[in-house]
């Protein structure tokens, strides 16, 4: 089967924790533990998220007098480079053999989407209140809460369109692993067919549901810190859903709740495309695959 | 026919220009419409050099309090995806309907490789002898004239293998522009199987050299700001070198001369694969292809 696995920038670098690079190796570590687990049986398109490392090269670049930021695509551009090299590495040496592909990836978006308006994607490291006003007074950031905590946010437009999608089809027939998408892949609007960055970044769960769509995957995997989506969670009967179709999770308002953009991406896939969803643990990624763990989400 | 084509960091970033993202984007106009006009008569692989822009990530990274800088290799696969950003989407405006991919690409090194105790690899941007000197004694990094200035410089060793090469032969064969080996590409040590990244910046010809080689490229053209290797150079009877063999370059002394690395890459490849290896001016790509510019060595 061809899957499609995301996984989200907090899996490679836990709410925080020190934005060290020996501590993302330890993280990657286990995570590419679990896609090697999926890997060895499935072909396999790997989709990560890059939120604290994308702002960590912003304030880098802030914190360097001699030239002026880069803007957010060439640094998400850059997330892809050192997050595809991290994972891929260690996946190298899990699965013998294997080619495994980190392709940069393109995602087109519409300049008009209303997101431009109104920044929600959180990057970077998590700030007190008043460590996120005076960056935003300091820098014109915009921030948002985060939990408790504070953190800088940036517009996040739906993914319209792959530029490389007929790439990443080439290597997933020919059996590569293919790590794309990174990020959510890097922002672009394409004018008279002249492509050009933009400011913001994407959700990588709707660019994997989008590349999923588009290579006719037989199942995405949403995966993340939480086991599963639950019924009553936080009460004592809370119970997890093992399978469900979009309608029931829709008309029971998981779609807004604390795991709402998993529900929503995997109700997108599933209604789009008719193959399954499943959202839970990194960890249990074979196991949500074999409806042994996780939430299924079916037509 | 397949080429393989390198272009210097120099040629993304001129000597002493500015390090801005827009200064970099206009040169990548240059290269890009250079390696475009091969591109539509021939399958392309594109190996650039990234020394100006490694050496302003450390900065970057040094100048930031928050967290301690990322390794060379790291800042390396950084560099693959910010050049290969922006060269792909040059190319795509310039190449429509073509799927252009940047593969991020390990190469092995020998970890004993003596370059490791002799840095010799100029990055980032260049210092008087006083701020070098600064430098070095500040963050002990090894220093060498470059010209009439001073640079950092860091272990160059030799590129032994290159971990995505099946990729590269398989994105060739399907008609893919693959931007790889970006920035001489990711140097790794691999110890029983367990892929390590290694602190050094590979030279991109001497990269470029192994990809051709392996791919069983038909040419490797090695671009430069110079128009071709000449006899007497720097003389009023100075002549360029049409077409010449790896035995007259070497027994003539110009494989240790400013032209040197580029005449040793060239020598290395026509010796190996008996194919035909091109020196000259980015902007004469296809006519040095054609035998119209620069120099061509052959068998």
Redesign the interface.
Known sequence: MQIVIAIGGNALLRRGQ????DVQLQNVAVAAAAVAEVARAHAVALVHGNGPQVG??A??????????P??L??LG??????L???I??EL??LL?GR??????T?VEVDPDDPAFARPTKPIG?IYTREQAERLAAERGHSIAPDGAAFRRVVPSPEPRRI??I??IR??MR?G?LV?CGGGGG?P?AVRA?????VEAVIDKDLAAVLIAREIGADALLLLTDVDAVYEGWGTPAARRIAETTPAELRSRGFASGSMGPKVQAACRFVEESGRVAGIGRLEDAAAILAGRAGTRVVR
Do not use: K, N, S, W
């Open positions: 020190p934005m060290e690079a960590l090269l304030l880098q670049a802030e914190a360097y007098a001699g030239v002026r880069y803007p695509d060439v551009a850059e997330t892809e480079g050192m595809g090299y991290l891929g590495q190298y040496g013998p080619q495994i592909a980190t392709l940069l393109q490291p530029l490389e007929e790439t080439l290597l020919a590569v790590i890097i672009v067919g002249v492509v050009r960055g």
